[in-house]
């Protein structure tokens, strides 16, 4: 019986990328990974097989590191489902595990859709609400408060994406992408783009839905190109700002728009009384649902070294017991950089790979023109000059040095310094 379209074409675009590591690798149709499905408990057990992409190692299940005279040991202490500890730069991995297990994952799906959307409409852009607009959203949704037949700029939208993890915001700018369908349409062929090959996009806003599935490699592969987007890091770093409120008529009869605040739910950015601020850290996404479980990807620099982490699902269900387990591997992660071998690599989007002509001109900001992107939107910093933040927060960006890479002639930075916000300069 012949395969679906999709799965052909993920298949093929599995292939592609095996082939283009450096030691020949086992092929697993991704088809053949089982997908969770909302209401059920995820099972405790890996799958035998799982992709490759990335490197052999990664398709394995349970823990790989390369453990050596030096290299500090792991964290006992970590029950997660799936983690990957990754140079953020250098797209090595340091430590991995179960990191191509397919797994729901919540609002960090939201990291996707921001990577896909954000250059689609400039942030002074203005769209008035609709009943309509809202209708899809699932009960018991993460909320930023957008009301009906209010008015809202693009910049707004995307601080209710980033800071409150709202679905209702997801929602709007879905509509103005003309439509939750299309939007769900667009992030597949992103992540598709990306080799972001274990994720499956049903809902944009990570709503439980079944066959819904990503990965702790595909979440970091996600996060590492939204990051190359000065708009992504100036959102995903914000801890609090201003959002639009509801027009009413004060005591005087006067027609007002007073505004509230919000404030950003990644605790390692925020803190909370059981959980301090992660030093150097700068984004990037969390997510919870009764199916997922608690989901998270960070982004943090300390001595020159820039990791990202994610974190899926731990067993153990303390509270913000994923930002615990998150910060025990970033700790991990600057002790060992630089003394482990890596297990595998961030693959690069396949339009950096396959493009003969450099990709120019492209800002990485929200609203750009779309030059210089790949296939489905991959696009890359080609400024590193000092910005203010987002929200009125007064975010000073780090002026980073560094080389600029481009692979094969293509738009993806590879081998540098972001200029990621430089949060030392507003810590508690």
């Keep these: ?160 994406v980033f800071l409150r993890s709202g679905n209702d915001a997801v929602h709007v700018l879905s509509s103005m992408n003309k439509g939750v369908a299309r939007t769900v349409r667009d992030m597949n062929a992103h992540a598709d783009e990306l080799q972001a090959l274990d994720t499956e996009v049903v809902s944009p806003d990570g709503y439980d839905a079944p066959r819904q599935v990503s990965s702790a490699y595909d979440l970091t592969l996600i996060a590492r190109s939204g990051l190359q987007k000065k708009d992504f890091r100036e959102y995903c770093s914000t801890v609090r700002a201003r959002f639009p409120g509801e027009t009413k008529k004060d005591k005087k009869g006067k027609t007002v728009r007073e505004s509230f605040e919000i404030q950003n739910t990644n605790r390692l950015l925020t803190g909370d009384y059981d959980t301090d601020v992660y030093q150097g850290i700068a984004g990037v996404k ?84 779309g030059a210089g992107q790949g296939a489905a939107g991959a696009q890359a910093v080609a400024s590193a000059s000092t910005a203010s933040g987002t929200g009125g927060m007064g975010i000073a960006l780090a002026v980073a040095g560094g080389v600029l890479a481009l692979l094969a002639g293509g738009a993806f930075l590879v081998n540098r310094r972001w200029p990621l916000p430089d949060l030392v300069r507003r810590r508690r």
């Design 286 to 369: 969390n997510g919870n649902t009764t199916n997922a479980g608690a989901t998270f990807t960070g982004v943090a620099e300390r001595n020159g070294k820039v990791l990202l982490v994610t974190v899926m699902n731990p067993e153990k269900k303390e509270h913000n017991e994923v930002y615990k387990e998150t910060a025990r591997l970033f700790d991990w992660g600057f002790k060992a950089a630089g003394k482990v071998e890596p297990v595998g690599e961030l693959v690069p989007p396949r339009s950096a790979q396959t493009d003969g002509k450099p990709g120019g001109g492209a800002s990485g900001e929200a609203g750009g023109t």
């Design 1 to 160: 019986m012949p395969a679906p379209q999709k799965t052909a074409r993920r298949s093929l675009a599995l292939a592609v990328a095996v082939l283009s590591t450096a030691a020949p690798l086992a092929l697993t149709a991704p088809a053949a990974y089982a997908a969770p499905s909302p209401g059920a408990s995820p099972s405790a057990t890996p799958p035998a097989q799982m992709s490759t992409v990335g490197g052999a190692r990664l398709g394995r299940p349970g823990t790989q590191v390369n453990l050596a005279s030096g290299v500090p040991v792991l964290p006992k202490d970590v029950t997660a489902r799936s983690w990957i500890v990754a140079d953020a730069e250098s797209g090595e991995v340091l430590a991995a595990h179960n990191a191509h297990w397919r797994l729901a994952p919540a609002s960090t799906l939201k990291m996707l859709f921001a990577d896909t959307l954000l250059p689609k409409f400039p942030k002074t852009m203005t769209y008035k609400v609709t009943p309509e607009d809202l209708a899809g959203v699932g009960a018991g949704s993460s909320l930023v408060g957008i009301k009906e037949n209010e008015t809202y700029t693009v910049h707004d939208l995307w601080l209710g």
